[in-house]
């Protein structure tokens, strides 16, 4: 009986080990086509459909990119992807990397990127020929997204209106997380209750009572989804245009 439940408890560390690494990997590439939008300094753009606003235009350094069927009505927000052109006599090897933060659908294209992302593709002495191509055979995949020094982060939207109106956006998304649904909960209420996604990363709820509230966040991954709740409340006296940390660390 003791070695059948060893065995058991050890075939059960190894499928949740499992389950980890599904959720960090995506080996395999997939073929498509990519171009690139015009920007002033290379950057992307604060008025993306994702409503970062300026973090949507210099997170990763400005290796951002807006995506067609991959925004997935916004739940495609904030992910991460290794793109690489195929042309070998032009092409770096490793690509960018990049992060969603817009929507937008080119010639046949899953990709729109940055200036500074689509350079990125080419090697050193061959950026001027790439972007003479307009349009380049690529493959990409998904991968884990890393930010140094952050935690997931909530940001009361500019477009809010204090205390009736609230409407956050999500910030710092790590791993390869998708966070599919927001909850609420107010003293007043005795009860979680369900933000709207109002476009991209952005969700917001009318009505809003005075006081603090508390938040969680379901994370979906290909290994299943999870309620986690934020450390830190959003305060009574929350103000638009400010970021909240929540002191959750996804991975």
């Known amino acids: ?149 952050y935690n997931l982060m909530f940001k009361v939207h500019e477009n809010s209106n204090y205390p009736h109106y609230l409407s956050i956006v999500l910030l710092y998304v790590a791993g390869q997380n998708d966070i599919t649904a927001v909850e609420l909960w107010h003293d007043n209420w005795q009860q979680w209750r369900a933000m709207r996604r109002a476009y991209g990363a952005v969700w917001d709820m009318v009505n809003m009572p005075r006081g603090s509230v508390k938040l969680r966040f379901q994370v979906s991954c290909n290994y299943g989804t999870t309620w986690v709740q934020s450390k830190n409340v959003l305060p009574s006296d929350w103000k638009a245009g400010v970021a909240y940390d929540s002191f959750i660390q996804l991975y």
């Open 1 to 149: 009986m003791g070695f059948a439940l060893k065995n058991q408890v050890f075939l059960l560390c190894v499928m949740v080990l499992l389950l980890a690494v599904l959720c960090y990997s995506q080996d395999t590439f997939t073929h498509s086509r990519a171009t690139y939008y015009g920007s002033p300094d290379c950057y992307g753009t604060a008025s993306g459909a994702c409503g970062f606003r300026e973090f949507g235009r210099t997170v990763n350094d400005g290796n951002v990119a807006g995506v067609s069927k991959l925004f997935r009505n916004g739940t495609g927000c904030g992910t991460c992807y290794q793109v690489r052109c195929t042309t070998p006599e032009i092409c770096a090897d490793e690509g960018v990397n990049i992060v969603v933060t817009d929507h937008g659908e080119g010639d046949r294209t899953d990709f729109i990127l940055s200036p500074r992302a689509y350079s990125k593709l080419a090697r050193p002495n061959d950026v001027s020929e790439l972007f003479s191509y307009g349009v380049v055979e690529i493959e990409y995949r998904r991968i884990s997204c890393k930010y140094s020094g």
